[in-house]
């Protein structure tokens, strides 16, 4: 659906208003429209949450009108090392420097969600803001895929704990939706974990609670996108097939859910 048909008649916030016209993150507006930079009708304001109706004010960042950018979704295979942001106080690299060669040829896009510094494989950059969020969103029950090499051999026990529940030293449960070892070595091997909850570091945050050391952990698959072949360190554009079977999928994702909650419901007749 067009940007302009979607927020007629509805003010949103001028911060978020960028953000979905898909010129940079939120927070990245708030610092552009506190420095003056932004006019709403020929008016400089400087509160992030000023109101504007996309569909008759008009925007000017730097006195150029601002208009929606083409929609961008994209997936890169994350090296280990690369921080998940934008830019890093400390200076460290991040998974924009796999874009620098690209930069000036696509608009702003932002990560879905976050893998960290020491994960590696499929994520996800869009300048969609709100298809991004439906991704990422633990509601969703988007379902993604992790191959994950740990330092010990795993026994029935350890696998149907993880897709039991896992209770974290700070008192959350935390399980698997599935669980399976793919290979296994003299003292280490490889589990695929699918997890549905989204929440932070929660591969990482169950084996730590279990004392397992995690050797490495990589994100094979989002919903029914599969990293495939792509080389680590490369990205490339979500063919119109991929963005498609995406957007299905959370749906689905969103329609067995709703059906679940009201299982068990009394049932009157008409």
């Not at 940079?24 to 949450?49: F, H, K, M």
Request: proline share 4%.
């Amino acid at each position: 659906m067009n940007l302009v048909r979607q927020t007629a008649g509805r003010k949103i916030g001028l911060a978020r208003a960028l953000s979905k016209l898909g010129y940079c993150s939120r927070s990245q507006a708030a610092e552009l429209i506190r420095a003056g930079r932004v006019q709403i009708n020929g008016s400089v304001r400087r509160d992030p949450q000023a109101a504007v109706r996309l569909n008759c004010d008009r925007v000017l960042l730097d006195g150029r009108a601002l208009e929606p950018e083409r929609k961008v979704y994209l997936m890169m295979n994350k090296p280990r090392g690369l921080l998940t942001t934008a830019s890093d106080e400390k200076g460290r690299a991040t998974v924009y420097q796999v874009l620098s060669n690209a930069e000036k040829a696509l608009p702003w896009v932002a990560p879905v969600g976050r893998l960290d510094k020491a994960s590696e494989g499929l994520l996800l950059l869009t300048n969609d803001s709100e298809w991004g969020a439906r991704i990422a969103a633990p509601e969703t029950h988007l379902e993604k895929t992790y191959h994950v090499q740990i330092g010990t051999l795993a026994d029935t026990r350890l696998l149907s704990a993880i897709a039991h529940g896992i209770k974290t030293e700070d008192g959350e449960w935390l399980r698997a939706r599935r669980i399976r070892e793919l290979r296994s070595g003299e003292k280490n091997c490889w589990l695929e974990i699918v997890l549905d909850e989204g929440k932070n570091r929660q591969i990482r945050r169950m084996f730590e609670a279990l004392r397992i050391e995690v050797l490495r952990l990589v994100r094979v698959a989002i919903g029914p996108l599969q990293l495939g072949e792509l080389p680590k360190g490369k990205y490339r554009s979500l063919t119109l097939e991929e963005k498609q079977s995406i957007d299905r999928a959370m749906r689905k994702s969103l329609t067995t859910k709703n059906t679940k909650s009201h299982e068990g419901t009394p049932r009157f007749p008409l």
